[in-house]
Structure formats: structure tokens, C-alpha cells
């Protein structure tokens, strides 16, 4: 009798058709080893940290602060508008990409996820999912947002609450799963 | 047309009137760049990290067990009781005091949030909220305290419990929102 | 009038009867003070993070990948299957033994806690639960399990969910606490 074909083979799944890294090899590297532990330091200051994204491919507006122990996957794959704040241990895990508009604050710890898995292919294929957050939008703290959320503007997601899809404009959601709790 | 105001303008935004730092600039910084990465480290024991605290202005009791990469914004408006155990990678995030009674234990990995927004003022306002633990409390691994948190004495906090308000004397919350699902 | 006794008793508290750490001192201290440390750094590399962990008595089996900022309590109370992903900041707090089969992807930031307390007791006792995870299950993005947890083959926790007792084959559970919502 022949073995089942295993369902999941990690360490090998299929990449979405058509993804790639978006950049050479060297700068993830480089990105890797020397630009994510700089970042992610604890050494204050928002201008350098500012400059050594932008170095990397990122789009960074004006204003703002960028705090200690920030991470983000990919420079390159990252828009953020004027006067944000990234609160410390911020982690951006953006293998697909993030953009994040103006006046947004993201507050402490808060992840956002954009990988995601076929838990239903034989090769638990990875699958991206871009998140984009509107104008005066705000993340609390230890907040989770889930591959492809759109959290549109002037929306708060609460302390710690893990959000999905879309948040609607001036919506407050809160909880795990997070659901609308009220209106700004 | 004028451009509408910005609703949030961060980097910029307003603390609570009155509100100070309460503490020297000078030792802000030593703090930062020097206490905080030794307290966060990987380094085992308690009785250093007690010293390095108390020198920093932190009061903290007799007994117990301070663990290995434990995060304090500000010592000095830190108080903890006897025989209280700050587990591994604990962070308290002390912009306002944080209160915490005899024989508490924090888990691995809570945090204590105290800063929170007035997301209804044009400056997106700082807001702060001290925290309370009473006596023979449990704060269990991952849980998260909302600023102006107070935890009764002999509550529990469950594990990765998002918990806010009054949790009462005595009652195990859990869930994110937490709610009561027992009485110890 | 006599002072009540403590409810807890914290860094005295009492061990579950029979249990030892499963390694000699001094292996405890050197995995602590230098494996640690190394298998939870920024360095990419899964070979050598294998290595590692085998040198302290875990068992791994082939194929698969271990990231970066991986944690493991100890590495003799580990055994994990073949073709596993255990992501960045994967935090394997296993003071019980955690065991993991084939195909298993733990995404980054998942938490597996095996300490509990018993609240109840006069000491609160330390109460230990072990973790069971099987083939070709997923454990999504900063999910939590709790001791004692078995999650049977094919099950999938969600992004951020906190899941305790027994999550059954092919069930997909999410929210915390987490709860089922589909079939795989």
C-alpha cells in the first residue's frame, strides 16, 4: 500500500505564481543581517531610522516618529504617509505589500501579517495578502491584522484585537475576533 | 478649498496637562541606553535586577523572582510588593504608575499598557491610565492590561486575556475582551 | 491576631511532585547563557540552529526550516518531526515535553506555554502540562496554546488564537478563547 502524498511539504511550498522578493538577493542579505538589527535596536532616533529604510526602498513621508525595535521584512515593499507614528517593537511582516496613509499611528507590538497559507494545496502553498491602512487610522497596541486587511480611514482597531478583512472608515472594532464596537 | 484639518497629528500630539516625564532627562536617557538593555537581557538573576531598578527609583519588596528580558518604560514610577515573580519578557509600559501588590506574578510575555489616545481630539491627545494589582493576583503569560487597569486582589488574568476596567477581587477573567468565567 | 498565610508564595513556590529539569545543571546554564542566545539570534540558517538544538538533546527530523529569534526552554524536553517550519520569534516555552509531527508549521511569534499555576493551592504550585501537536497541523501567527494542549493531526489555529484542550483533527479554530469555525 502505498504512503498518503503529504499534505503539507514546508521547507518546500509553492510561492504564489509570479511573486518575487523585489529585490537582489544582496540587499535582502544585506537587509537581513545588518539593516534589520540596526532598525530593530534599541537605540532611539527617528531620522536615521528613516534614512536607513528609504536606503532600503522605502517610502517614508514627512514627520512622525519611528520608534526603538522596529521591524519590517521588506524596505522595499513599504509606504507609509506623513506624521505616522511606528510605536516600539512595531513588527511589519511585509512579504506582500504595506502602505500605510497619513496620520496613522501604530502603537506598541502591533504585528501585521501578510503571509498566509492554502491549508487546502498539497504543497501548503504560501499566499500573499497586501494591507493597507487609510488616513488617521490608528493600530493599538499588541493589535494583529491579518493578510489582506484594509483598515480604511479613521479607524481605531483596539488594544490587542486581531482584525481581518475590511475595517470600515471611523469604525472601532475591538476584540478576537475583532468586531465593530462603535463609531469614532 | 482649504484642506480639512488633520485629525490626528502625530509626533507633534499633546500630553496630559501637567503631565512630566518624572525624571531628569539625564536619567531618562541612562535608562534607555544603558538600564534597559541590561534589565532586557538574557542574562539570569534576580537580585541585580533589583539593584538596577531600586537605582533607577523603582521600589520593589522582598522575595520573588525578576526573569530574564523584562521591559520598564520608567522605574520610577514602578512599585511592586514581596515576593512578587516577573516572568520572562514581561513589559511594563509605565507612562503612569504601575501598582503592583505582594505575591503577584506576572507571566511570561504580559503587558501592561498605560498610554492610551483621545482619538476624538484634534491632536490625537496622549491619555494615560496608571495600573493596579492587588495582593496574590495572577497576570497569566501574554495577557495585556488596558491603560487604568485595576486587578483586585486574588483575580486572575488568563492566559493571553485582553482585560480592561475593574477585574474584582477573586475573579478569573478570560478571553479577549476578558470577561468572568469564574470565582477562585 | 496572626497574619493570614500567603495565598502564593512566590519564588518558593512548590514543583509538581517528581519533576526535575531533565538535564544537569550545568547543561541548563550553558543553553541558557550561550545556546539561547545563539539559536534566538538574528542569523539565518537552519542547519546549524538543528544542530544546535540536537547538541542539547532535542530530536529533529530532516527537512523543513528553523528561523531566526526561534526559542526553545529546553531543548531535551523537544522533539520535533520531519519537514517542520518553526517561524521567526517561535517561542517553545516547554518546561513539559512538547512534541510535534511531521509537516507541522508553526508560524512566527506562536507561543506554547506548558506552565500553569494552581491558584488554589496555598504555594501556587507550579502545574505542568505537556503539548501535543499533530502531523501536518498549522499553528498560525502569534496563536497561544496552553498547557496541555493537543492539536490533533491536520488542525489549524488561527492568526492570534488562544487555544487550550483538545483541538480536534481537521478542525480550524480561531478567537480567544479559540473556538471552532470550519473543517480543513
Given at each position: 500500500m502505498a504512503t498518503p502524498a503529504p499534505i503539507q511539504n514546508l521547507g518546500g511550498y509553492q510561492l504564489p505564481p509570479?511573486?518575487?522578493?523585489?529585490?537582489p538577493r544582496g540587499l535582502q542579505v544585506l537587509w537581513m543581517l545588518l539593516g534589520q538589527p540596526l532598525l530593530g535596536s534599541e537605540l532611539p532616533g527617528t531620522g536615521w531610522r528613516k534614512a536607513l529604510l528609504r536606503g532600503f526602498g522605502a517610502r517614508i513621508g514627512a514627520g512622525g516618529r519611528l520608534k526603538p525595535r522596529l521591524r519590517v521584512k521588506f524596505p522595499w515593499r513599504l509606504a507609509v504617509g506623513e506624521h505616522c507614528w511606528l510605536g516600539e517593537a512595531v513588527w511589519i511582516d511585509n512579504l506582500a505589500p504595506v502602505t500605510i496613509g497619513d496620520r496613522v499611528c501604530l502603537s506598541q507590538g502591533a504585528y501585521l501579517c501578510t503571509g498566509n497559507h492554502d491549508f487546502r494545496s498539497p504543497g501548503f502553498d504560501l499566499q500573499l495578502g497586501a494591507i493597507t491602512i487609510g488616513a488617521d487610522a490608528w493600530i493599538a497596541a499588541q493589535a494583529v491584522l491579518a493578510p489582506g486587511t484594509e483598515v480604511q480611514e479613521r479607524a481605531v482597531v483596539g488594544l490587542g484585537a486581531v482584525a481581518s478583512g475590511t475595517v470600515a472608515a471611523g469604525t472601532i472594532v475591538r476584540g478576537n475576533p475583532a468586531v465593530a464596537v462603535a463609531q469614532r
Open positions: 509570479g511573486w518575487s522578493p523585489g529585490a
